[in-house]
């Protein structure tokens, strides 16, 4: 059974196996959670030492805020000494919390904490492993395997050779190193800085290194506008409640 919705509150609601009844009609429930939680309820903390293990970091947030729903390393940023880290959690409270913070420690090592912000995803085409499109329009006469390239109903493509058919190189065609792709991303993330006036105004995108302008300025994407007159509608609440107080 798949239940779909809309609602973030009840999203997180389902994502705690307390939540569920052990069985139905006899029937014992095993859920599926998802590994993350959406973006709005993660953290971010960067130049994690790698002496410390990821089991260490899970035991410390857990002894300072319940609700940690997980703790894993951000794959791509792992160094020879160094790595980032992202922690999710189910509460609003904690979250907030360890923002306002804006310190965790580990080991008596002190990191710096700071919002999770999701960078653009590319549609991708699950037939032909290309951007811009999903299955329904795809145009491809054939299923292609993202390692080979080839028909995946011809032969085995569970140990084919990895040839990425966009560019040739040694990487699946699905990979963001693939040329091809990073050319997509970046067009894609200038479309949206160019009309940022239409993201809704709890909507924030990273824009990844790459993607940047050359002063390295701004690394988010934000709707601005609306952001300016939700602030300004709240500050002139505020005040007049003050006012006529």
Same mark, same amino acid.
């Given at each position: 059974?798949?239940?779909?919705?809309? %609602?973030?509150?009840?999203?997180?609601?389902?994502?705690?196996?307390?939540?569920?009844?052990? +069985?139905?009609?006899?029937?014992?429930? +095993?859920?599926?959670?998802?590994? %993350?939680?959406? *973006?709005?309820?993660?953290?971010?903390?960067?130049?994690?030492?790698?002496?410390?293990?990821?089991?260490?970091?899970?035991? $410390?947030?857990?002894?300072?805020?319940?609700?940690?729903?997980?703790?894993? &390393?951000?794959?791509?940023?792992?160094?020879?000494?160094?790595?980032?880290? @992202?922690?999710?959690?189910?509460?609003?409270?904690?979250?907030?919390?360890?923002?306002?913070?804006?310190?965790?420690?580990?080991?008596?090592?002190?990191?710096?904490?700071? &919002?999770?912000?999701?960078? *653009?995803?590319?549609?991708?085409?699950?037939?032909?492993?290309?951007?811009?499109?999903?299955?329904?329009?795809?145009?491809?006469?054939?299923?292609?395997?993202? @390692?080979?390239?080839?028909?995946?109903?011809?032969?085995?493509?569970? $140990? %084919?050779?990895?040839?990425?058919?966009? %560019?040739?190189? +040694?990487?699946?065609?699905?990979?963001?190193?693939?040329?091809?792709?990073?050319?997509?991303?970046?067009?894609?993330?200038?479309?949206?800085?160019?009309?940022?006036?239409?993201?809704?105004?709890?909507?924030?995108?990273?824009?990844?290194?790459?993607?940047?302008?050359?002063?390295?300025?701004?690394?988010?994407?934000?709707?601005?506008?609306?952001?300016?007159?939700?602030?300004?509608?709240?500050?002139?609440?505020?005040?007049?409640?003050?006012?006529?107080?």
């Amino acid at each position: 059974m798949m239940v779909l919705t809309k %609602c973030m509150e009840i999203f997180i609601h389902l994502c705690i196996l307390l939540n569920y009844a052990q +069985e139905i009609n006899n029937i014992t429930i +095993e859920s599926q959670l998802p590994k %993350c939680l959406p *973006p709005p309820f993660s953290v971010l903390i960067k130049f994690v030492h790698n002496h410390i293990s990821i089991d260490e970091i899970r035991q $410390e947030v857990k002894g300072k805020y319940f609700s940690q729903y997980s703790c894993n &390393e951000l794959i791509g940023t792992k160094t020879h000494r160094t790595r980032h880290v @992202r922690i999710d959690f189910t509460e609003r409270n904690d979250y907030n919390t360890i923002l306002k913070n804006g310190q965790i420690s580990f080991c008596s090592q002190l990191y710096t904490v700071s &919002e999770f912000l999701e960078a *653009p995803k590319l549609l991708v085409c699950s037939k032909c492993n290309s951007p811009g499109h999903m299955k329904k329009q795809c145009r491809s006469k054939y299923d292609r395997c993202r @390692r080979c390239g080839d028909d995946r109903i011809i032969g085995d493509h569970v $140990e %084919c050779s990895i040839k990425c058919h966009h %560019c040739s190189g +040694e990487h699946l065609s699905t990979d963001y190193k693939c040329p091809i792709l990073a050319d997509y991303r970046f067009q894609l993330v200038k479309e949206l800085k160019r009309h940022h006036k239409r993201l809704p105004e709890d909507v924030q995108l990273f824009i990844p290194a790459q993607c940047r302008d050359r002063n390295g300025r701004p690394h988010v994407i934000t709707n601005y506008q609306k952001n300016e007159q939700k602030s300004r509608a709240t500050y002139n609440s505020t005040f007049n409640m003050n006012t006529h107080s």
